[in-house]
């Protein structure tokens, strides 16, 4: 009575790692174990052009996104710029935010030099507009200066809105229910070379997604940088 034989017949490429264990009554003589071994080389030659093939495709993908973001922000750069009033413009970058970034609500709020603090301009929660909102975030000393804006997007998630605030010279965040709700992720300083005209938030809800890409992340720091030499002309 004979033993089984057993071959275990690897097959390795790139992070992928396979084996194959084939058992036999007898010992397999050399003829087969030449062909186990072709076997294994085809198999990875197969696996090595298959993953080829996909990084191609992923290539092609990443392309093919790159050129619809720059044809999408150049679009989104003209609109912005067609706008007439401080208000249509608001309207149309609250819009714009919510759209490219797919998140549920989005919260602009902007230098309102009457009350001598920021104010809500305009407030969407699944692409409807909120009831007015007249809560202040008071500045005695005018507009945040620009050099107190250290970044171009805040993620909320690693400090609070309050901290941020703070950080700025302003007080706590007066709109803590509001973006509470609509689980605030992130802020878009609205920041030329000068002042903060303006802070844009974008929160989730209970349809959105919890975080943005890198890809959507660059849009939209270069959408709210626009906009604020833009509104320089509401002045």
Same mark, same amino acid.
């Given at each position: 009575?004979?033993?089984? !034989?057993?071959?275990?017949?690897?097959?390795?490429?790139?992070?992928?790692?396979?084996?194959?264990?084939?058992?036999?009554?007898?010992?397999?003589?050399?003829?087969?174990?030449?062909?186990?071994?072709?076997?294994?080389?085809?198999?990875?030659?197969?696996?090595?052009?298959?993953?080829?093939? !996909?990084?191609?495709?992923?290539?092609?993908?990443?392309?093919?996104?790159?050129?619809?973001?720059?044809?999408?922000?150049?679009?989104?750069?003209?609109?912005?710029?067609?706008?007439?009033?401080?208000?249509?413009?608001?309207?149309?970058?609250?819009?714009?935010?919510?759209?490219?970034?797919?998140?549920?609500?989005?919260?602009?709020?902007?230098?309102?030099?009457?009350?001598?603090?920021?104010?809500?301009?305009?407030?969407?929660?699944?692409?409807?507009?909120?009831?007015?909102?007249?809560?202040?975030?008071?500045?005695?000393?005018?507009?945040?200066?620009?050099?107190?804006?250290?970044?171009?997007?805040?993620?909320?998630?690693?400090?609070?809105?309050? !901290?941020?605030?703070?950080?700025?010279?302003?007080?706590?965040?007066?709109?803590?229910?509001?973006?509470?709700?609509?689980?605030?992720?992130?802020?878009?300083?609205?920041?030329?070379?000068?002042?903060?005209?303006?802070?844009?938030?974008?929160?989730?809800?209970?349809?959105?997604?919890?975080?943005?890409?890198?890809?959507?992340?660059?849009?939209?720091?270069?959408?709210?940088?626009?906009?604020?030499?833009?509104?320089?002309?509401?002045?």
């Amino acid at each position: 009575k004979y033993e089984p !034989a057993e071959v275990l017949l690897p097959v390795a490429e790139g992070d992928c790692r396979l084996f194959c264990l084939m058992q036999w009554d007898t010992l397999p003589d050399d003829e087969m174990m030449n062909f186990l071994e072709l076997l294994g080389n085809l198999a990875v030659r197969a696996i090595a052009i298959n993953n080829l093939r !996909a990084q191609s495709k992923q290539t092609e993908a990443n392309i093919s996104s790159g050129e619809f973001t720059v044809l999408s922000l150049s679009n989104v750069l003209k609109v912005l710029k067609g706008a007439e009033s401080k208000e249509k413009f608001c309207s149309l970058l609250v819009d714009i935010f919510a759209e490219q970034s797919r998140m549920s609500t989005c919260i602009l709020s902007t230098w309102n030099a009457g009350r001598k603090g920021y104010t809500i301009a305009e407030h969407r929660t699944g692409h409807i507009k909120a009831s007015e909102d007249t809560t202040l975030l008071p500045s005695s000393t005018g507009p945040v200066p620009a050099v107190k804006v250290s970044d171009t997007v805040y993620d909320i998630s690693a400090q609070s809105a309050d !901290a941020v605030f703070k950080s700025w010279g302003l007080a706590g965040c007066p709109w803590k229910d509001a973006m509470k709700a609509a689980e605030v992720r992130y802020f878009f300083p609205v920041c030329d070379e000068n002042t903060l005209a303006g802070i844009i938030a974008l929160g989730a809800g209970q349809d959105g997604k919890a975080a943005l890409d890198r890809s959507q992340l660059a849009s939209l720091q270069l959408i709210a940088q626009f906009a604020a030499y833009e509104f320089k002309r509401f002045k």
